[in-house]
């Protein structure tokens, strides 16, 4: 509606493009006297080239009674139509998620926008639980779910 406003560095730019989310699950699993929980980790997989090797960003990561929950956040829409997109983005989760995580890992994806029937349905066919838009207010029943092993793909 013609306002605009002005990011003055970097990191402020960061925060509001995504970071927000990222810290928002941080926030709320760490409030919950998990074993571990980390946000914003990089990493290389072991046997990896050190000098060519790809680095795998994870949003959200937390551990407790030796099971890991890998947590994707997504503040963008997910409804542009960009369906190569979105399939990219439940596949990589999926992907990592499952090497990362384990036998026993968890696998969370977190859209402050609605997102499409697609990414709905992908979610659901990987058993991916999504929680988008008003549902993020549930993280932190969603959490205590996992915890007690009964968190479920909607």
């Not at 409804?79 to 997109?85: F, L, M, Y």
């Not at 549902?135 to 009964?150: C, F, N, S």
Request: proline residues 3%; positive net charge.
């Amino acid at each position: 509606g013609g306002r605009s406003f002005r990011l003055t560095d970097h990191d402020a730019a960061r925060y509001l493009s995504g970071f927000w989310l990222e810290e928002y699950a941080w926030w709320i699993a760490s409030d919950m006297a998990l074993s571990d929980v980390r946000c914003g980790v990089q990493g290389t997989w072991e046997g990896a080239a050190k000098k060519d090797a790809p680095k795998n960003e994870f949003d959200v990561l937390a551990v407790h009674n030796n099971r890991m929950l890998v947590v994707e956040c997504k503040p963008l829409r997910l409804d542009q139509g960009e369906q190569a997109k979105e399939q990219n983005i439940v596949t990589k989760l999926e992907n990592l998620g499952r090497i990362a995580g384990g036998t026993f890992g968890t696998n969370l994806l977190l859209s402050a926008r609605p997102t499409t029937r697609t990414v709905r349905s992908r979610c659901r066919s990987q058993g991916i639980p999504l929680r988008e838009a008003d549902a993020l207010r549930g993280l932190r029943r969603d959490l205590q779910a996992w915890v007690d092993g009964e968190l479920t793909a909607s």
